[in-house]
């Protein structure tokens, strides 16, 4: 059991109802629904030919993507400690809970809800009918809020482990089956929460590039789009890059501190080897030597990046085919203007 608690407010509503991830998915759709039924009853079928279906669905994954990423993090814990010295669990507590509280967690919603809903009075959407462009506006609030979230949880993500990686008393093992220190599962965890911020990516700019705009045809509009699109792949390299650049510094510095003190032992042996030993002392020596030989190896094979081959490659795969999607939904946007 760890000694980390994390329960941000959507969590907590959505364990309510006391029926597990069953719960989670019946928030995440009345959330989506709170937009779509009320403009689907007011503009009908026209819902589903202007795209604002694939906006509800936005928010529908958006929602489960956090719920993914929070349950990573909370599966870090436990592992995690196995790494920090017994006691020390709070000192990680101060980046996470400063940044990952309830009260910032709102205040990232509400930007970026703000911030949504100015994007789309700027892109330009039918203002013919006051009150469905109301409920499309309340729509862009709802995406951006839900995309704040992990918007604040990114950051709070980078200042956990950058605390994690500035300590001194961290346990780590050079002879970890995962040649990494032990650290690894790290990089896993920093490929899931690149990955599900990609997939939220390319939902937005699915649904800027294929709804209706009215001032699309404006430059300074079209920059301001593709500022909104490539936000989120910029977000999922900030939250795989950064955290991976501190633990491998931290690595580097390990391997070398090791490095040195068995050099050190090596070369101790070397001398006592060569100057006075003689018969069984001399063969003990040398078979401390080639111990200690093999621990060098050890060291120097270690790796210093938190990422296997397999986690490289989804991340790679993910984000080519993402940028791929988003650059032919673009092409067809440049066609058509």
């Not at 760890?2 to 998915?25: C, D, H, N, Q």
């Not at 690894?184 to 990955?195: D, E, N, R, Y």
Request: proline share 4%; aromatic share 14%.
């Amino acid at each position: 059991m760890s000694e980390i608690a994390f329960a941000p407010f959507y969590e907590r509503w959505a364990a309510k109802p006391g029926i597990g991830a069953v719960g989670k998915l019946i928030l995440a759709g009345c959330v989506a629904l709170a937009f779509f039924l009320p403009y689907y009853g007011r503009v009908g079928a026209a819902a589903l030919s202007n795209w604002s279906w694939l906006l509800a669905v936005l928010i529908f994954c958006a929602l489960l993507f956090l719920f993914y990423a929070t349950a990573t993090l909370r599966h870090l814990f436990p592992i995690w400690q196995v790494h920090i010295e017994k006691g020390n669990a709070a000192a990680f507590l101060v980046p996470l809970n400063r940044y990952l509280c309830d009260r910032n967690f709102f205040l990232a919603g509400f930007f970026f809800g703000g911030a949504n809903l100015t994007m789309g009075v700027l892109f330009g959407i039918d203002m013919s009918d006051p009150v469905a462009a109301s409920l499309l506006l309340f729509g862009y609030f709802i995406a951006g809020f839900v995309c704040g979230l992990p918007a604040m949880g990114i950051l709070g993500v980078v200042a956990t482990f950058r605390k994690f990686t500035e300590s001194n008393t961290l346990k780590l093992d050079y002879t970890a089956p995962d040649r990494c220190g032990g650290l690894s599962f790290f990089g896993v965890a920093l490929v899931k929460f690149s990955i599900v911020t990609l997939l939220a990516g390319i939902l937005i700019a699915s649904y800027i590039l294929l709804a209706e705009w009215s001032h699309a045809g404006n430059p300074w509009v079209q920059l301001l789009m593709w500022g909104w699109i490539l936000f989120p792949f910029l977000l999922s390299l900030l939250v795989l890059v950064v955290p991976a650049l501190d633990i491998n510094q931290m690595l580097s510095r390990y391997r070398h501190v090791e490095e040195q003190k068995l050099k050190d032992k090596c070369s101790e042996l070397r001398c006592r080897i060569e100057v006075n030993a003689v018969g069984g002392e001399l063969e003990s020596l040398r078979s401390d030597y080639d111990y200690l030989c093999r621990r060098r190896e050890e060291v120097h094979n270690m790796r210093t990046w938190p990422f296997s081959a397999g986690a490289t490659t989804s991340f790679v795969g993910a984000f080519l085919s993402n940028v791929l999607v988003a650059i032919e939904l673009g092409r067809s946007l440049l066609s058509n203007n």
